[in-house]
């Protein structure tokens, strides 16, 4: 059974950086594509980034985030992880990992199989 766990969320002042990781439990984590969608209060959850399976050479980020945000894969120790620089207030949102056994990196999020609990990026302006 897989599972996701979410961690580095926090309290940053904008210009700021935090970096999030996803652990995944289980034995296709190298099979699946993975993602970061985020949710701000009133809001719908949007697409973040996402990387492709098996070595993560595709890699597919919102406009809102490109050139600040960096999606990585460790399959190794089967770890997802999103560098997140230059942090804007609009960035202030629970940010979900997401697995999609055997997926194409979507930006749709019904397309995920999988889902951690999430974990909370607050920036101050």
């Known amino acids: 059974q897989v599972q996701l766990v979410e961690s580095g969320g926090g309290l940053v002042q904008a210009g700021g950086s935090l970096r999030l990781s996803c652990a995944f439990s289980?034995?296709?984590?190298?099979?699946?594509?993975m993602g970061w969608f985020r949710q701000a209060p009133g809001k719908e959850r949007e697409f973040v980034a996402a990387?492709?399976?098996?070595?993560?050479?595709?890699?597919k980020y919102a406009d809102s985030v490109k050139g600040r945000f960096t999606i990585s894969r460790d399959n190794a120790r089967r770890t997802v992880s999103l560098q997140m620089n230059s942090l804007q207030s609009e960035d202030t949102a629970v940010y979900y990992c997401?697995?999609?056994?055997?997926?194409?990196?979507?930006?749709?999020?019904?397309?995920?199989?999988?889902w951690g609990q999430g974990t909370q990026v607050t920036v101050s302006s």
């Open positions: 289980g034995r296709t984590f190298s099979s699946c594509a």
């Open positions: 990387i492709s399976w098996p070595a993560g050479s595709g890699t």
């Open positions: 997401a697995a999609d056994l055997y997926g194409s990196s979507s930006y749709n999020q019904y397309e995920y199989d999988y």
